[in-house]
């Protein structure tokens, strides 16, 4: 079964760039997407078809696909973007999601 | 606004069943593809099945095969899961959310409802 592979954990300063990344075999030959999830809360469509934000997302937040690898970037982020990232993609008719990352702002 | 809003979780014994709803609103219902997605208690988001949006097409995650159940009732805008036969590892929150289309993005969840298996 197909398999998406992200980092356990991120940590970035205030105002910083955050990458996360989700790695499975030819993911650039799909559409990843990407889903934040802060404590307590539902998941949230971050990112879609690997660079779409949805409206209400912040320009802070861009997607990238290429190859192996999709990646998820932060710019000047902010407290408020500490949460669990969580990358999916499609895969023969099924959803398969990303382990997730934990991002820490600190 | 969208609105997706879960109900039938509950605490139910090893081999027993139990039904989930989701109401949905705000939105042409039979425009979208509708799933189910279950997060276990500390871990990770995974995918249960989903259903066309004329329900003519169903899919299930391979360990839910045989045991779950979507439906939905367009007239009253509301999707299924039953579940059978549960065990304690499908103990989780379980999320409605809606489905752009086949292959597309999940664009809005539901705030879940807990299933807890034990006996």
């Known amino acids: 079964s197909y398999e998406l592979t992200q980092p356990p954990s991120v940590s970035v300063s205030p105002g910083q760039t955050a990458s996360i990344t989700c790695s499975g075999d030819?993911?650039?030959?799909?559409?990843a997407c990407w889903y934040q999830q802060r404590p307590g809360q539902s998941p949230l469509l971050v990112i879609y078809q690997d660079k779409k934000r949805p409206s209400g997302i912040p320009e802070r937040f861009s997607g990238s696909n290429s190859a192996n690898t999709a990646t998820l970037t932060i710019s000047g982020t902010q407290a408020m973007d500490e949460a669990d990232y969580f990358c999916q993609a499609w895969d023969s008719g099924t959803v398969v999601f990303g382990g997730g990352t934990k991002l820490t702002v600190l | 606004q969208v609105q997706l809003v879960e109900s039938g979780g509950g605490l139910v014994k090893p081999g027993g069943s139990l039904r989930l709803s989701c109401a949905a609103s705000g939105f042409t219902f039979t425009n979208y593809y509708m799933s189910w997605i279950r997060q276990a208690p500390g871990k990770g988001l995974e995918w249960v099945s989903h259903?066309?949006?004329?329900?003519?097409?169903?899919y299930y995650a391979e360990s839910m095969q045989g045991r779950f159940t979507i439906s939905r009732d367009n007239a009253k805008n509301s999707v299924y899961l039953q579940m059978n036969s549960l065990r304690a590892e499908d103990t989780a929150v379980y999320y409605c959310v809606r489905l752009v289309g086949a292959n597309a993005q999940l664009d809005y969840w539901g705030q879940g409802t807990l299933v807890t298996v034990s006996s």
């Open positions: 030819k993911l650039g030959d799909k559409y």
């Open positions: 259903i066309s949006n004329r329900g003519s097409t169903t």
